[in-house]
């Protein structure tokens, strides 16, 4: 189209963003965010997914073999949480069973 002699052209945009209204909407675009971030990005996202767990975990006053045994699932799994060497997907499903379990 043109307008008063200036070219306009449509410019789509793909990626980069998601609406997010529920749980599951929060999974999809974790899960496509952790294909554009590099292996250290990553890791450092899911590390800082497991610094939020400890922080809850020392509110609620319950160590981590507590955690573990009330969320069912091993303590070495949330020490990788912890270290980042867990797929984010993994990490999310970590963080969505604590929120279950203690709300």
Not at 19 to 27: A, R, S
Not at 40 to 57: H, I, N, P, W, Y
Request: with cysteine; proline share 3%; glycine share 6%.
């Amino acid at each position: 189209a043109r307008a008063e002699g200036v070219s306009i052209h449509v410019a789509m945009g793909f990626g980069g963003w998601h609406e997010v209204n529920t749980p599951q909407d929060l999974q999809r675009a974790w899960n496509d965010t952790a294909l554009f971030l590099s292996a250290e990005d990553t890791r450092e996202q899911v590390k800082a997914m497991g610094s939020c767990l400890l922080s809850e975990a020392n509110d609620l006053k319950r160590p981590l073999p507590i955690v573990a045994k009330e969320l069912n699932v091993s303590l070495e799994l949330l020490e990788c949480l912890l270290q980042g060497n867990l797929e984010v997907s993994d990490a999310f499903d970590v963080i969505r069973k604590m929120g279950e379990v203690y709300a």
